[in-house]
């Protein structure tokens, strides 16, 4: 029974930070997959972001190589989700995720979601 709590989004100009944590009550997040998925306004789906499948194995998308890092807090149970030089297209609902023996990117066979923290970038 995962709870998985994201906090950090808000508004931000191009350019711009912000910090995303993702809080998991319920279980150790070293039992589990984690990643970080995005929904842009008008868009069907969440597409992943960054996934840390373990502290060594993480995966970014290339829209955002090189400017995000995904990272697990193992002392507070927390994934994190450093994002810098954003972009507009950067705009989205970000969620928090979560699964076990799923080896994957696809965000529909993902088990355990957060709510969601809305970021937006202006231009």
């Known amino acids: 029974q995962l709870q998985l709590t994201e906090s950090g989004g808000g508004l931000v100009q191009a350019g711009g930070s912000l910090r995303l944590s993702c809080v998991v009550s319920g279980r150790t997040i070293s039992d589990y997959y984690m990643g970080w998925f995005r929904q842009a306004p008008g868009e069907e789906h969440k597409t992943a972001t960054a996934?840390?499948?373990?502290?060594?194995?993480?995966y970014y998308a290339a829209y955002v190589k090189g400017r995000f890092r995904i990272s697990r807090d193992n002392a507070q149970n927390t994934v994190v989700l450093e994002m810098n030089s954003l972009k507009p297209e950067d705009t989205a609902v970000y969620y928090c995720?979560?699964?076990?023996?799923?080896?994957?990117?696809?965000?529909?066979?993902?088990?355990?979601w957060g709510q969601g923290t809305q970021v937006t970038v202006s231009s």
């Open positions: 996934i840390t499948f373990n502290a060594g194995n993480i």
């Open positions: 995720a979560a699964v076990r023996d799923v080896y994957s990117i696809h965000a529909s066979q993902w088990r355990s």
